[in-house]
């Protein structure tokens, strides 16, 4: 089986390379943006099996590049994080088509057990609308 290619957006480059090194270490192929334009970059060349979107970013926000993103492609699961505990950047990012909300810090566990969800039940499905999103926290 093909590694399933993953899209991590996040302007923490520490944070990325260690979430993206266990990821790799699951299997997963990932690229990686530390803002949004370069994020929105990859989306236009790329079709990841999953984005992990942070909600705050450089140059173009996270709420903003998803609801982009939503326009052409209602499918990719969507995974948005941040650190901001406002309700408000949840709810934003479930209404705009998020699949799932994680709160940072969260376990890196929990991080992988969202991926493997969103991952492999859109494989065996063959659907995801990218709405019904749910809010996780650690």
Not at 9 to 33: F, M, N, P
Not at 89 to 94: I, K, Y
Not at 105 to 115: C, I, Q, R, T
Request: proline share 4%; charged share 25%; with cysteine.
């Amino acid at each position: 089986m093909p590694r399933r290619m993953i899209l991590l957006v996040d302007d923490d480059v520490s944070w990325s390379e260690t979430v993206a090194g266990v990821l790799r270490e699951a299997g997963y192929d990932v690229h990686l943006a530390h803002d949004g334009d370069r994020a929105a970059a990859l989306l236009e060349l790329e079709s990841p099996a999953l984005v992990i979107l942070d909600v705050h970013l450089p140059r173009r926000g996270g709420i903003q590049l998803l609801k982009n993103f939503r326009q052409r492609n209602r499918s990719t699961p969507v995974v948005m994080i941040s650190g901001d505990d406002a309700a408000g950047s949840q709810d934003r990012a479930l209404a705009e088509g998020a699949s799932a909300f994680l709160r940072k810090p969260l376990a890196l566990d929990l991080l992988v057990k969202a991926v493997r969800k969103h991952v492999e039940g859109t494989a065996q499905s063959g659907t995801g609308n990218g709405s019904g999103g749910e809010a996780c926290g650690t």
